[in-house]
């Protein structure tokens, strides 16, 4: 990825749109910490965050969050739903975990009868589901989608984008949005 100048606001969504292996997805990763970039700098909140300290990252990691493309993969096969949930508000320590988890799982629409299963034992728009929840659990400023769509069936991939959509308005999220399509 060369030359890219990206500038995100609250409230807003960006779109980044390309072919398998342009560079989305390194972009993404970059963006959100995962991936160092080898040139450049990335700025957060008017902080060059190019050479991340741990502090760093975990504010970082707390107010970004991404739900990958294939959920199947992103979410852990042996844990259950209440824990995939409640990991990221116990690492963080963030507030009554148990209340934030039932906030988040009612923000995304899935029912109670969900929390103990497994990742394996729910259809992928429930599991892609899962993961907005999981990435709206600490309450991020903004949320990088990276392909949200691209491992469900058509008729399930609307109804993720609007939900996406809806969660944007009422939770005044800054939203990057990574498509091939």
Known sequence: VRGLTLKLMPG???G???ESG???STTANV????QTPTSGHVYFKGTDVTKRSAAQRKIIGRVISVVFQDPATALNARMTVREQLMDPMIVHKVGDAKSREARVRELVGLPNSVLEALPGQMSGGQRQRVAIA??????????????PTSALDVSVRAQILNLLMDLKKE???AMVFISHD
């Open 22 to 24: 342009c560079g989305k």
């Open 16 to 18: 980044i749109v390309g």
């Open 31 to 34: 963006m959100c910490g995962l």
């Open 134 to 147: 999981r990435a709206l659990s600490l309450n991020p400023d903004a949320i990088i989608a990276d392909e």
């Open 171 to 173: 939770l005044n999220l």
């Open 12 to 14: 807003q969504t960006l």
